[in-house]
């Protein structure tokens, strides 16, 4: 007989998603407090816990904006990952899912294929953590090799599935490594710490018609292989 999974779990893995328009509601500190302790219970090789989070809000938050912001369409400062965040050359299957995303998004979002002015002022938006009233910046220190790496990406998703459980909702975003250089003085980055990536966290914007956004996964057979 099939043992089913608990439906509290499942569901708050599954109603995890990316959103991109939030609501301004403000989230109390004890919540934040909640979620990270708990996230941090996230295993890590050899329990090395490599996290290191700055939650901006309020000010903080205003600060670290406008400077990304005017970063992004400043094309005099420079603006590069100092790690490869995906794949040089991009190569099937990696390809046709990511251009499904991007498609699936921009047709939301109306911006047709070359409308460059648009696609910016969309993308500009991550540097405002899509109006969420938190945000997260995630460093790691820069001599941790790739299993750390591995470790994080546990803590950030129990960030994103603890989320779910008051009601919240988060996007991850790589976008933020790009502005390591902009940001650190103003958040006293420790030299030797680099920016993993940040998040949003808050509320959905229901309303948004980027928040429509449905994303689709691979049938279990394409990723999966069991050896009886
Ligand atoms: C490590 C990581 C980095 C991401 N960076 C960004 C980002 O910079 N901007 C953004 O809008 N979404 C970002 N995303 C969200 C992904 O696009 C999203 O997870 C993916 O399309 C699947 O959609 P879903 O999260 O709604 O299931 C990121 C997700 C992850 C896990």
Redesign the pocket.
């Known amino acids: 007989m099939i043992k089913h999974m608990n439906e509290d779990v499942k569901k708050a893995i599954t109603s ?5 328009k939030f609501l301004s509601t403000e989230i109390s500190k004890d919540v934040i407090e909640d979620i990270l302790t708990v996230s941090a219970r996230a295993p890590s090789g050899t329990n090395i816990q490599p996290w290191n989070v700055h939650v901006l809000l309020g000010e903080s938050k205003s600060k670290v904006c406008k400077a990304s912001c005017d970063a992004f369409y400043d094309p005099k400062i420079e603006k590069k990952n100092e790690r490869i ?1 995906y794949m040089e050359d991009f190569r099937e299957p990696y390809l046709a899912r990511r251009r499904k ?1 991007g498609w699936d ?1 921009y047709a939301l979002l109306n911006i047709k294929k070359g409308d460059y002015e648009k696609t910016k002022s969309f ?1 500009v ?2 540097f405002n953590f ?1 109006n969420a009233p938190v945000g997260l910046i995630f460093t790691i220190e820069k001599d941790l090799g790739w299993m750390s790496w591995l470790d994080y ?1 546990m803590f ?2 129990n960030i ?1 599935v603890a989320a779910r459980a008051y009601g919240l909702d988060t ?6 490594g790009q502005m390591h250089k902009v940001i650190s003085p103003i958040l006293n980055i420790e030299d030797g710490h680099i920016i993993h ?2 998040m949003s966290l808050g509320y959905e914007d229901k309303n948004a018609d980027v928040n429509k ?3 689709v ?1 691979e049938d279990l057979n394409t990723f999966t292989q069991f050896h009886e």
């Open positions: 995890r998603r990316s959103v991109r965040h995303v998004l993308h938006q991550n899509f990406g950030i998703q994103c996007c991850p975003q790589a976008a933020w990536c940040g956004l449905k994303t996964r």
